[in-house]
């Protein structure tokens, strides 16, 4: 805001003097910086609108394939390029599966169960299910304490049935033939091409405004100089449309604005890539100089992760790319072997064998396949899987390792985070940036007689 004012003061007097030095009408003279701002902060901020919007494509398709006279963002359009590039950075330098699978500790992971009491509370209601089910007759007179004892019996058993469900899952997740991160990360930008589009904006929103505002300052610059160049014009050429020289300037210098402004703008942002200590002319002070995106290297590296772990490398994710492949059908397996095996360990007992023994007529099979199935059905309910969810991406620590890493990485490998995005179809919004300065330019001439 102070920076705003001080130029709009600045244009003030500098209206006042050429005002009285030339006696020229000062609404024409404001329309020129003015009309340089506007249209440099506008044509920039549409090119930036159109690197992310829309995500469908938007116009008149000739070909059925998105090609014709419309648009599609540019981000949303090469969805498979930008996740592609999104996801090397990610398995490449900053998430090892194995490395984050090891993390994994069963023995941990029942004493979170048990101490929370999700444990119990599953068992003691697939129990209460099973036994009205099948010993509809018994279950209910039984005494509490044998109850108890089956209960705790299961409890006991399950430890080791954890173990052998967690490490079977372990195998799968470490299996590319199971379970591919790469094709997990370019699968969910692809399918959410807003969520790709979103993901590139928060982690370069201090860019973007930045390039907006450096737009509308290189605007008033600009502006200044058309200005300056406008008072060479003589006398009664000054507001005649049919000024050749008129004709030549305005479209001219928007040309150059619309082709370059950008363009500079992005090189105050990744330029230099290594930060350079330079003198000040004429004094003594010495200031470091970096490219405005790599200088933010340690909070990228903060919102990048986060990003990252809660939408993408997350274990709701894990579970659900792993129902579509076929390291589900594995563990779903193993799932019913370890609780066959269970169910097993509980007949043995006294009490077990009495209740066996007065239920009903069936197969041993389909009960121990039912039991499998009540276990699977509440262990599934949402507020258990919440609470699933939260313990093993605390576990797991996916966000502080890639915070980490990133701030740790080379700035030239940085870069590559965010440049992708402008450096694709940059010509072409270079190119609308010239054509729109020409057309302004024309405008300013025909509208503002100048």
């Not at 019913?336 to 009495?354: D, F, H, R, W």
């Not at 996916?398 to 490998?413: N, V």
Request: aromatic content about 12%; some cysteine.
């Amino acid at each position: 805001m102070k920076i705003a004012l001080s130029c709009l003061s600045v244009c003030l007097v500098v209206f006042l003097i050429i005002y009285k030095l030339f006696d020229v009408l000062p609404w024409r003279l404001i329309s020129i910086p003015l009309v340089s701002v506007v249209f440099t902060w506008f044509h920039i901020w549409l090119a930036l609108q159109m690197c992310f919007f829309p995500i469908d494509y938007w116009g008149w398709d000739i070909t059925g394939h998105h090609q014709g006279l419309g648009w599609q963002g540019i981000v949303p359009r090469k969805a498979d390029k930008m996740a592609g590039t999104a996801c090397d950075l990610m398995v490449d330098r900053l998430i090892y599966v194995k490395e984050i699978v090891e993390r994994i500790d069963a023995t941990d992971l029942y004493r979170y169960l048990s101490s929370t009491g999700i444990l119990r509370s599953v068992q003691q209601e697939v129990n209460r299910r099973i036994g009205n089910r099948w010993f509809a007759g018994v279950w209910s007179s039984l005494p509490g304490a044998v109850k108890e004892e089956l209960l705790e019996k299961s409890l006991e058993l399950s430890e080791d049935s954890l173990q052998s469900m967690v490490a079977e899952a372990k195998k799968c997740l470490m299996d590319k033939d199971f379970f591919d991160v790469r094709d997990l990360i370019i699968r969910c930008f692809v399918d959410d091409r807003r969520m790709l589009s979103e993901f590139f904006i928060k982690i370069g929103k201090k860019e973007l405004h930045f390039l907006e505002f450096m737009g509308a300052v290189m605007g008033l610059i600009c502006g200044l100089a058309q200005l300056a160049l406008y008072m060479f014009l003589p006398a009664h050429y000054r507001g005649q449309r049919d000024s050749a020289y008129s004709w030549l300037l305005f479209p001219l210098t928007g040309l150059v604005i619309g082709l370059f402004t950008n363009w500079v703008a992005l090189q105050l942002i990744f330029r230099p890539v290594e930060p350079h200590v330079v003198r000040i002319p004429c004094t003594e002070q010495r200031v470091k100089v970096q490219g405005l995106f790599l200088r933010r290297q340690p909070e990228v590296s903060r919102v990048y992760s986060s990003l990252v772990s809660d939408s993408i490398l997350n274990c709701s994710r894990f579970v659900a790319y792993l129902q579509t492949t076929k390291g589900w059908d594995r563990i779903l397996e193993v799932f019913k072997e370890t609780i066959n095996s269970t169910v097993g360990g509980m007949i043995s007992t006294p009490a077990a064998i009495a209740i066996k023994m007065a239920g009903k007529e069936g197969s041993y099979e389909r009960f121990k396949n039912d039991v499998a199935h009540e276990l699977r059905v509440e262990l599934s309910h949402p507020h258990y899987v919440e609470m699933y969810e939260r313990y093993m991406d605390s576990r797991l620590g996916i966000r502080e390792l890639m915070a980490q890493r990133l701030a740790a990485m080379p700035s030239k490998d940085f870069e590559r985070m965010l440049h992708p995005v402008f450096q694709e179809d940059e010509g072409t919004l270079i190119i609308l940036g010239g054509i729109l300065g020409v057309a302004v330019g024309c405008l300013q001439v025909w509208l503002f007689g100048l």
